[in-house]
């Protein structure tokens, strides 16, 4: 490997000169920024034309045959290491898959930031001495793109800048790849549906933002963490308890309760550049994982349909129906149910015939297991809701509670919104002891996810402290 140690250790070397050198103010001074932008402005003001033009020559002088499949293999060797925590090992092995890796390769973005994944689990952030080096370097760095321009004629042979020019860019495509790491910022929006003092809410996206801590958790499908934002603030809150010397796991995007396996591995793969084996992926996609349940039903006869090639085969009759005749319907079911959702409250009467026909449609069509069945019990209590008829409502949402609970989990926001919606009907209802108790499960899951001080603890603390001083209660 002696061809392979490239210009880093000549170049901090020159830049420790310079540290030793600087007065103890200077070094003060630099020692107490945190910003890059001032730790760049102070390292450049100590470079000098002699220092670029030793940076030109080290980089003339260096010589690396650039191999993909030899920095794969050193990355993946990497992630091993950093797997069993040997994380000097990882560190070297990730630092070599940088020397071989092209730099207009995408991966180049995942070893600088696996590599700085290393440093960070050694320790390796706090030292004024290599933050200096590493400023010095950006510095360098951006006054080469600043000042240089190509030399040569045409595409034949290309200058010092131009060098650092494509070291620049290997540069940016990692900055660029932190979107991939980027957090959607929600917020709990009340839609202005439903009825009186019945909210109907929905998580919605009003943002993206980079939270640096956030970005060095590992994905999970079925993750321990939940997260929630006030303004720009990001709160994670583990959603059960995490062992010592366990890792603390967030979801990048794709989710259990959300998409198959398959469709989440891809997702990850493509933009993540993983394959993931989390519990869940392991669990849904090994050998020993459950049969996937039937999506339809047979219409004649009630019996599931089997996935095949052709279409969907009654496991009863052996009635094959094309999967585009299935889709449809379901299709057509999921536009009836929305232009019901979507009626004002001068046509309750035309919704809830409306729901009722979507109702009797879906159980002809769809497993009992099925979401829309979910969907369509939530948009019928609305309705009755609207109507007054707290106690049909209540009924309607129960199921829906269920449905919710089955296809998200116990833990999940989606069952704490529900939660929600059904104690505020059961309180309309008068029904004290059903609407205490939905509230005593309700308050500690949205706790675990918007935290004590949200608007809708304290509303729903408000309605239990209602309930308790209602005559005849102690």
């Known amino acids: 490997m002696a061809?392979?140690?490239?210009?880093?250790?000549?170049?901090?070397?020159?830049?420790?000169?310079?540290?030793?050198?600087?007065?103890?103010?200077?070094?003060?001074?630099?020692?107490?920024?945190?910003?890059?932008g001032p730790l760049l402005r102070l390292a450049r003001r100590w470079l000098r034309p002699a220092d670029t033009a030793v940076l030109d020559e080290l980089c003339a002088s260096w010589r690396a045959d650039k191999d993909r499949s030899t920095a794969l293999d050193?990355?993946?060797?990497?992630?091993?290491?950093?797997?069993?925590?040997?994380?000097?090992?990882?560190?070297?092995?990730?630092?070599?898959?940088?020397?071989?890796?092209?730099?207009?390769?995408?991966?180049?973005?995942?070893?600088?930031?696996?590599?700085?994944?290393?440093?960070?689990?050694?320790?390796?952030?706090?030292?004024p001495q290599q933050r200096f080096v590493c400023a010095a370097s950006a510095a360098a760095l951006c006054w080469a793109l600043q000042?240089?321009?190509?030399?040569?004629?045409?595409?034949?042979?290309?200058?010092?800048?131009?060098?650092?020019?494509?070291?620049?860019?290997?540069?940016?495509?990692?900055?660029?790849?932190?979107q991939c790491n980027a957090q959607a910022i929600t917020v709990l929006h009340d839609t202005g549906e439903g009825a009186g003092s019945v909210r109907d809410t929905r998580e919605v996206c009003v943002g993206t933002a980079l939270y640096c801590w956030a970005s060095l958790l590992n994905h999970s499908c079925q993750p321990n963490t939940t997260a929630s934002f006030q303004g720009t603030r990001i709160t994670l809150r583990a959603t059960e308890p995490i062992p010592?010397?366990?890792?603390?796991?967030?979801?990048?995007?794709?989710?259990?309760?959300?998409?198959?396996v398959g469709d989440r591995r891809k997702s990850l793969q493509t933009q993540y550049y993983f394959w993931c084996e989390c519990s869940a992926c392991v669990r849904e996609g090994g050998e020993g994982s459950p049969a996937p349940q039937a999506q339809f039903l047979c219409r004649p006869c009630g019996s599931a349909l089997s996935l095949e090639e052709g279409g969907y085969r009654c496991v009863r009759c052996a009635q094959l129906v094309p999967p585009q005749s299935l889709q449809q319907q379901l299709q057509q079911l999921r536009l009836q149910m929305e232009g019901a959702g979507n009626m004002d409250s001068t046509h309750t009467d035309t919704a809830l015939a409306q729901l009722q026909q979507c109702q009797a449609d879906a159980q002809s069509l769809l497993p009992a297991q099925h979401p829309l069945h979910g969907?369509?019990?939530?948009?019928?209590?609305r309705v009755y809701a609207t109507h007054g008829e707290w106690g049909a409502a209540a009924q309607h949402l129960q199921r829906s509670v269920h449905a919710v609970e089955l296809?998200?989990?116990?833990?999940?926001?989606?069952?704490?919104?529900?939660?929600?919606?059904?104690?505020?009907?059961?309180?309309?209802?008068?029904?004290?002891?059903?609407?205490?108790?939905?509230?005593?499960?309700?308050?500690?899951?949205?706790?675990?996810?918007?935290?004590?001080?949200?608007?809708?603890?304290?509303?729903?603390?408000?309605?239990?402290?209602?309930?308790?001083?209602?005559p005849g209660r102690r």
């Open 3 to 36: 061809g392979m140690q490239g210009p880093g250790h000549e170049w901090r070397r020159r830049c420790r000169l310079h540290w030793r050198h600087m007065p103890d103010l200077q070094r003060r001074r630099f020692t107490s920024n945190t910003r890059l």
């Open 244 to 260: 010592a010397g366990e890792q603390v796991l967030h979801c990048y995007g794709p989710h259990w309760s959300r998409q198959c």
């Open 375 to 381: 969907e369509i019990d939530d948009s019928l209590a």
């Open 147 to 178: 000042h240089r321009r190509p030399q040569g004629d045409g595409v034949g042979t290309l200058g010092q800048g131009a060098r650092l020019a494509a070291l620049g860019v290997a540069v940016l495509r990692h900055m660029l790849q932190l």
């Open 407 to 470: 296809q998200y989990g116990t833990g999940s926001v989606e069952l704490a919104q529900q939660l929600l919606k059904l104690a505020q009907v059961l309180f309309n209802s008068r029904s004290v002891c059903e609407a205490e108790s939905v509230i005593d499960r309700a308050i500690p899951l949205l706790t675990t996810h918007y935290g004590a001080d949200h608007d809708t603890v304290a509303e729903l603390r408000a309605m239990n402290s209602c309930l308790r001083s209602l």
């Open 74 to 127: 050193l990355k993946q060797r990497g992630n091993d290491s950093f797997k069993a925590r040997d994380y000097l090992q990882a560190l070297s092995l990730y630092t070599k898959g940088l020397r071989y890796m092209p730099a207009d390769s995408p991966e180049c973005a995942l070893l600088y930031a696996n590599r700085s994944a290393a440093l960070y689990q050694l320790h390796r952030y706090q030292s």
